[in-house]
């Protein structure tokens, strides 16, 4: 590819999609490592019991075992460490109960890991797994976060008073938004459940550890989005063996979507394993198995209030939350549902008076972490919910009552960055053109007049907005420290110029879907004016490259992206030196574009290769200067990055059978400064589709007993191509005025924005047939719309 300074903003076709599309991509279930074993494990059936005894000597004698172990041979190792700490409102620590990496004594999920078995093949160690005799003593179960705080509910942890994690709030006094309650002309209420999801990526958790009794190094193959927070938390937090001596690899994921964010008791205990068999161990999650281990998203009850003027202005906001955190905490579990999800309260609106209460609560369920946007679709879902139901109640035009309501535009720059009542400075923004431009799109006022004539033919029409922020990036690691977290939120990235002039680039951010190999060779290939097809991107091994944080929250591209950035313009400087001194010039004299250092005002240059290869054969360069030209940087962002939106959803109900059909799907992003617009608009129809899959398709049912009833594909419904229209996509762009690539992140806001659009245009299609129904809980199947139209009023 000959192209070199405008492959910024092209749609480059994806670089790492030759391996996949032809079979060569290489996973953690495709490694097979001398004298491989394999695990499986003994994982409870029930949600809440105690083990009154273990048998394992039919299991012992099965062909094939190597070894087994159970909870009290783990016992003295440290539990799965949380990565975050959300304190009491009063100032007290969270409760943080042991996660053990087999359950001793006592199991509290359906799922939770019990015993390993080690066997030569996967389907011998499944054989003895299967013959291992647990005794159970079952006891009572609770499921639901809004029940469990009450007095007398089953404890999942003894040392957990009433199953309360944290109690957390945020923004101004509650005494100040109850008065501005007061003085409301009109409040909306809305108590609704955000239910709970499985992230199902396409490859299952999958994990192959040895030890290398030489070196006493153990290695760790894993289907991870953060190899360098494996390390730390699996060396440091759990099995207490120096850092150098763990070394971490994340070879091709096929996806994550937050939920191999996490590090898990399989990890540790493989790793732990390895050594004492001295063989290397692999285990791959079945498909059962991940719908009970993997961490699950969302599950939050909620009530929540807005109050209005009498013009339609919003006064003030008033929310509490009892958030579900499952049996254990997550690696970021206590974050999502508090940092993540209130700090959004704000929306996009200059509401004045903001208060949130969250209660995050142990229940007898999977854990529940961050899936894809992690915080910010729930608190989308709240707002925008809101108001179109606001709309609806007082007779006005969603979209201007919007309108009224937004924040004026800001760029960060000639005008300062918005203060939000819930502790974000907002970048920059022109909210208001962005749903301009989806109204434009839909033909807002032919579709309301279609909408008026279907509705007299008996047709339930509707249209439902959803105008979204979100916070990309994660915070800078001063702000982090203050939050709760306990690890810092920036990234690394290394460039390496070859002799020749090829260029390695080693980063700490993770590929498991978003195109970083295109994306990242892109912006080098800009900068440095050399073709794609000399560039390599690295990652994904704690050995190759400095400490990194992973991929999550949309972080790459704003945080990993400017780290290499940084090192590319280290690259340039110390590039100038060596030219000026070719060139017989002052280095300031020089100026760097399309590959050439070049005297200002002169036909005087050389090739960046030539500057390259003089770097390492330094036979005519400065005497002062280090040969070599290699950096590696590390960004800290100064800021969240804030992309936004509008999505607009058209649906068709049938009055008959409450089917919903999703007629068009509009989303307009401003998620900044573009770099391959055909890879972010990927990641929209991806998001998208996930948000719709939400709102009218997926959704963890357990029983009372806490069984997870649809734990199969044969019964988790996840939406399939026919399923969906054509979506209609647009961008704005608003750089963001703190990162040197004005990028902001595109990869969660398809999820946050278009779940409350599905379900607003679904609300206001029956409230166009008469039917004043204010919430149906997602998702919103066939029979649960229809159920909604039986009664006049949704109370």
Known sequence: MSTTNGMIGKSVKRVEDKRFITGKGRYTDDIVLPLQTHASFVRSPYAHANISGIDLEVAKTMPGVIAIYTGADVAAINGVPCGWQVNFKNGDTMKEPKHPLLADGKVRHVGDPIVVVIAETAALAKDAAQMVMVDYEELPVVINAAEAVKTGAPLVHEDVPNNICYDWALGNPIAEV?????????????????????????????YNAFYDEANEKYTLYTSTQSPHLIRLLLSTFVLGIPEHKLRIVGPDVGGGFGSKGDHY???????????????????????????ISDVHGRDHVTKA???????????????????????????????????LYGTLMQGLYTTPKINVDVTGVFTNT???????????????????????????????????????????????????????????????????????????????????????????????????????????????????GALGARAGLYEMGQVRVQPTGKVSVYTGSHAHGQGHETTFAQIVASKLGIPIADIEIVHGDSDSMAFGMGTYGSRSLAVGGTA???????????????????????????????????????????????????????????????????????????????????????????????????????AVDDVGNIINPMIVEGQIHGGVAQGIGQALFEGAEYDSNGQLTNATYMDYCMPRADDFPMFETANQITPCPHNPLGVKGAGEAGTIGSTPAVVNAVINALWSGGHQVKDIRMPLTSERVWRAMQAPVNE
């Open 305 to 339: 209030e807005m109050g209005f003027d009498a013009e339609g202005k919003i006064l003030a906001l008033r929310v509490k939350t009892y958030a579900n955190l499952g049996a254990y905490l997550g690696t970021f579990g206590p974050a999502v549902p508090t940092y």
């Open 564 to 666: 290499i950035v940084k090192s590319i313009e280290k690259i340039i400087e110390k590039g100038k030196k060596i030219a000026a001194h070719r060139l017989e010039a002052n280095a300031d004299d020089l100026e760097f574009d399309q590959g050439k250092f070049t005297v200002k005002g002169t036909d005087k240059s050389i090739s960046f290769g030539d500057v390259a290869l003089t770097a390492y054969v330094p036979h005519i360069y400065p005497a002062d200067l280090e040969p070599g030209l290699d950096f590696t940087s590390f960004y800290d962002p100064a800021n969240f990055t804030y992309p936004f939106g509008c999505h607009i959803a058209v649906v068709e109900v049938e009055k008959d059978t409450g089917k919903v059909a999703l007629q068009r799907f509009i």
């Open 178 to 206: 109850d008065q501005a309650m007061e003085e409301a002309a009109h409040i909306t209420t809305l108590e609704f459940v955000n239910q709970r999801l499985v992230a199902n990526p396409i490859e299952p958790r999958s």
């Open 265 to 291: 008791a399989e990890e540790a205990v493989l790793t732990w394993a390895s050594k004492n068999i001295n063989r290397p161990v692999k285990w791959t999650a079945e498909r059962s198995e991940s719908f």
């Open 366 to 480: 999977t854990t529940v972490d961050a899936y894809r946007g992690a915080g910010r679709p729930e608190a989308t879902y709240l707002l925008e919910r809101l108001m179109d139901l606001a709309a609806l109640e007082m007779g006005k035009d969603p979209a201007a009552l919007r309108m009224k309501n937004f924040v004026p535009p800001f760029d960060g720059v000639n005008q300062p960055g918005y203060q939000t009542q819930v502790a974000l400075l907002y970048d920059s923004g022109n909210y208001q053109g962005v749903l301009e431009k989806g109204l434009k799109m839909l033909g807002y006022e032919d579709f309301r007049r279609k909408q008026l004539e279907s509705a007299q033919n008996g047709t339930l029409l509707g249209v439902g907005f959803s105008t979204y922020i979100e916070a990309c990036g994660l915070a800078p690691s001063a702000l982090a």
